[in-house]
C-alpha cells in the first residue's frame, strides 16, 4: 500500500521536460562569480525586501528562465521577476558570456518595456508552462492577471458588510452582526490572499 501511495504521488508531481536544461539551472549560482555580485544582495539593497524574500526571488527568476529555455515561446515575466531578470542582465559578462551560452544554450534578450501584466497574452502564457511544470503560482510573486475581479469582490464585500452592520444596529440583531464580522474577515482574508509582492518594500530610514 505504502509503495502504490508513493507511486501515485510521483505521478501527480510536476515533471520537467528538459531535465538536463533545469539540472544545468540547479546547478548555477546567483551568488558567486563571474557575478560582479549577489543578486540576492543587489536585490535586499535595491528593493528593501528581507534576505529570504530575494532568496525565493531568484528560485523564482530561475524557474522562468527555464520555462524561456524549454518552451521555446515568448514569455513575460511578472513585475517582481522582472526586477530580477534586469538585474542580471546588467552584469553584462556574467549574463551574455556566461549564464545565457553555458547554462540555456541560446541568448534571451530582456524585451525593455513590458506591458501592464493584465494585458499581456504572454504573461497568461507564462503562467500555464509554470503550472504545468511546477504547480500553482504564488500570487504574491506571480500576481492574477485577473485583479480586477478580485478587487469588485472585495468592494462588494466591504458594502454588504457595511450594510450588514447597520441592520444589526437597526434591529439589534446579533446574527446581522456576525454576518457583517464575517464579511469584513473574508474581505481582508482576500486583500492578503491576493495581494502581490511590492517591486520596492518600505524600510525605516536611519536604521541600519
Not at 54 to 62: D, P
Not at 74 to 101: G, N, R
Not at 168 to 191: E, K, P, Y
Amino acid at each position: 500500500m505504502g509503495a502504490a501511495e508513493d507511486k501515485r504521488t510521483k505521478t501527480m508531481e510536476p515533471i520537467k521536460k528538459d531535465r538536463q536544461l533545469w539540472h544545468r539551472l540547479e546547478g548555477y549560482s546567483f551568488h558567486e562569480r563571474p557575478l560582479t555580485r549577489s543578486l540576492v544582495d543587489r536585490l535586499e539593497e535595491e528593493t528593501g525586501h528581507s534576505v529570504d524574500v530575494c532568496y525565493i526571488l531568484v528560485e523564482e527568476y530561475r524557474r522562468f528562465m527555464y520555462l524561456v529555455g524549454s518552451t521555446g515561446e515568448t514569455l513575460s515575466p511578472s513585475p517582481i521577476v522582472d526586477v530580477v531578470w534586469q538585474m542580471h542582465t546588467e552584469d553584462e559578462k556574467a549574463y551574455f558570456e556566461d549564464f545565457c551560452p553555458r547554462v540555456i544554450g541560446r541568448t534571451i534578450h530582456h524585451p525593455g518595456d513590458l506591458p501592464p501584466f493584465q494585458d499581456d497574452p504572454a504573461y497568461l502564457t507564462t503562467l500555464d508552462f509554470y503550472a504545468e511544470e511546477f504547480g500553482r503560482p504564488q500570487v504574491q510573486f506571480w500576481p492574477d492577471p485577473d485583479v480586477a475581479t478580485v478587487r469588485m469582490s472585495s468592494i462588494l464585500f466591504w458594502i454588504s458588510g457595511i450594510l450588514a452592520i447597520m441592520l444589526s444596529l437597526l434591529f439589534n440583531s446579533i446574527l446581522f452582526a456576525g454576518f457583517g464580522a464575517f464579511l469584513f474577515c473574508t474581505t481582508l482574508f482576500l486583500r492578503w490572499k491576493f495581494s502581490s509582492l511590492p517591486l520596492r518594500a518600505s524600510r525605516k530610514r536611519g536604521l541600519t
